[in-house]
């Protein structure tokens, strides 16, 4: 397991911009994406914020630039933008033979027009336009982002709720140490629903006033939505191809939490456990990191038991930390990916973009995150967190080339 | 990848059939003339206390007991990974919170059904009963979500020293999806009986759902059902002949030819069109016996788990039921087997099975 992981390409869409340029410019202006709701009709109105993509689906279908596109799901359509966006970024030519796969990841799939098929298939069975549900399962958005890409030597997709897009970057990792493939695009892409924002409001977790990562009066996470996708490629094929190298994959880990479907641990075991096996994977030690974008949903018990996990591995020696949900909300599935683009846009600028919105320090901890951005400083290795459901705890070390 | 094979170690499965309980093999299997085939569910309370069991659903009950019994078999306490497939995930929770949503208009909602319609619900419930802290994923790629799962493993196995892991292919049929499927044209217009499911020249297929659950593992122990030596997907093949040549360059490199294969198991689901591609696949196996099992199964995302647990137990007994007899002689020693799938014409995979004497 010596051989390396490089990332050739990045492409994102977000809250915060719908192109790494457009992010980069937000994470530098400390803009926030947080937005009252716009993209469907609900009851919550003016009442709870999102982090909206500041583009409709018709616009998304013409930035595709495919009229036939216009029954896609939101999903699909993040994703495609995302995904055409890191392979244009990379430079790589899809067709020169060396084996691909894509690898996305999502948690909602195709729900945003299933909502509008139930409504009218709950009246009558009969009912509801079969175009708005035959995209509902998570395959069809990563089926939809292959052909567009043009990519059939592999193909899968993973759903492990809010670690997914961090899970699939894994995957492709060992996609290529294991010599299957030679090159992966993996990353993650989910939309807002209704069915997502009801369910996180059911469980009283979405802060009123927009998340406050790591504050002492935090009240829940914002959703967001997004797409990001990061273009591995072998070392092998670095070198042969002469290929431009943005950041190395040089650790990752996943570890389950066993405790709780919903809840994490009091003392973070299972976030403990990936950052460990993070480090074994990349030979490094945390005195090697340079910056850590924490998962840092904004919940009283993510914040609490990951900065617990945090203060045991680093010990009195915490490198600088900040949660960038302040600026793209919780993008789901798609999280991991984007924050492993943004520890990227962090290594390439030797910058580290600040927690937003935060204001007081939480009574348990010692610790404190990045309150105003940091410019000049040297970033070298980025630990990226990223935790979901059913205690599925995932770690990703992003390193200067 | 090395060609190392992994070694299924453990099986536990709830299916239409039963499947459970080791004595039998596939006898008196279940008729119906319903187009659906709905599992043959234990006693849960067997399996998972009763307060625990009141809150889950049936997908998460039926992927905890196969589970159990699949570790059981296998005599492994705690695996080094949990890695689940399912086309759908806990679609009935999945439809129980998006009706309330709509009938309710957004209030008076409970968290239950959508904590639980997360696609990774069932591995994550199955490490929260083991206290099992490693390793935990999900895949949910239609026809090739069991299979990522099963490439999974044996990435794991061979390149980060992993020794037992559980995998497992799950999806459930609800009268919603069933009704949904239905209408996209999945099943077969006119009520057919399973047992006779290629006698039919119709479209579309029967429905089917299950659970099954394999410890793959790096060594062979006194357990062993088979060996796996390599897998296959395809996504969206261009023709027969793409099948055909990437099958042959699989077989290739594991020192085998088509005549090498003793035993072709196929996903055949009585749709006349789609079933049309395993006719020209055959032609180059033209001395491997034929074994089909959707009859028994039912179509659903995850329907080549059951394949899989039908190719290990015939390797390892020897004998191939009377009831998924296809075509062939079936009068000489099992060693090699073929077990090819495809779900809807989109997702083609391929898992080679060995007889571990």
Known sequence: MTKRIYITGIGIISAIGNNVEEVEQSLLAERSGLNGITLFPTIHKDKLPLAEVKLSNEQMVELCGKESDRFLTRTSLLGMIAGKEAVTNSGVNLEDGFKTGLISATTVGGMDRTEGFYKEYLSDPSKGRLRDIVNHDCGDSTERIADYLGISDFITTVSTACSSSANSLMLGAMLIKSGMAERVIAGGTDSLTRFTLNGFNTLMIIDKNGCKPFDENRAGLTIGEGAAFLVLESEELVRTLKRPVLAELTGYGNANDAYHQTASSPEGKGAILAIEKAFLVSGLKPSDISYINVHGTGTLNNDLSEGLAVEKIFGSDVPPFSSTKSYTGHTLGAAGAIEAVISILAVKNNCIFPNLNWAAPMKELSIRPVKNIIKNYEVNHVLSNSFGFGGNNSSLILSKP | ?357
């Open chain 2, 1 to 357: 990848m090395s060609n190392a094979p992994v070694y299924i170690n453990g099986l536990g499965i709830i299916s239409p059939q039963k499947t459970l309980e080791k004595s039998a093999f596939l006898e008196n299997v279940t008729g119906s003339e319903t187009n659906i085939l709905k599992c043959r569910e234990p006693n849960y309370k067997d399996f998972v206390s009763g307060d625990l069991v009141r809150r889950m659903s049936r997908l998460i009950k039926m992927g905890i007991s196969a589970s159990k019994v699949c570790l059981q078999d296998a005599e492994c306490q705690n695996p080094d990974a949990i890695i689940t497939g399912t086309g759908l995930g806990c679609i009935e929770d999945t439809e129980k919170f998006l009706t309330t949503m709509i009938n309710n208009n957004e209030e008076f909602l409970t968290p239950t059904s959508f904590i639980q319609s997360t696609h990774n619900t069932v591995g994550a419930q199955i490490a929260l009963l083991l206290k099992c802290h490693n390793y935990n994923i999900t895949y949910v790629h239609r026809g090739f979500s069991f299979e990522t799962a099963l490439l999974d493993a044996r990435l794991q196995i061979q390149e980060s020293d992993f020794i037992n892991v559980l995998i497992g292919g799950m999806d459930e049929l609800t009268t919603n999806s069933f009704n949904i499927t239905y209408r996209l044209g999945h099943w077969k217009r006119k009520p057919v009986n399973n047992l006779r499911l290629l006698e039919f020249k119709t479209k579309g297929s029967i429905a089917g759902e299950g659970a099954a659950f394999f410890l793959v593992s790096k060594d062979r122990s006194s357990k062993t059902y088979s060996a796996i030596s390599d897998q296959l997907m395809i996504l969206k093949p261009k023709s027969a002949h793409e099948i055909i040549t990437k099958c042959s360059a699989m077989l290739e490199r594991n020192n085998l030819s088509t005549n090498g294969i003793d035993l072709v198991i196929l996903g055949l689901n009585g749709d006349f069109q789609k079933d049309k591609i395993y006719e020209e696949f055959l032609t180059v196996f033209p001395d491997s016996d034929q074994v089909y099992f959707k009859h028994l199964s039912g179509e659903y995302q995850t329907a080549s788990a059951f394949g899989l647990w039908l190719g290990s137990v015939i390797l390892q007994r020897q004998s191939v039921p009377e009831v998924v007899r296809l075509k062939g002689k079936f009068d000489q020693p099992i060693r090699k087997i073929l077990l090819y799938n495809h779900y809807q014409n989109l997702n083609h995979s391929m898992i080679l099975l060995s007889q571990v004497s």
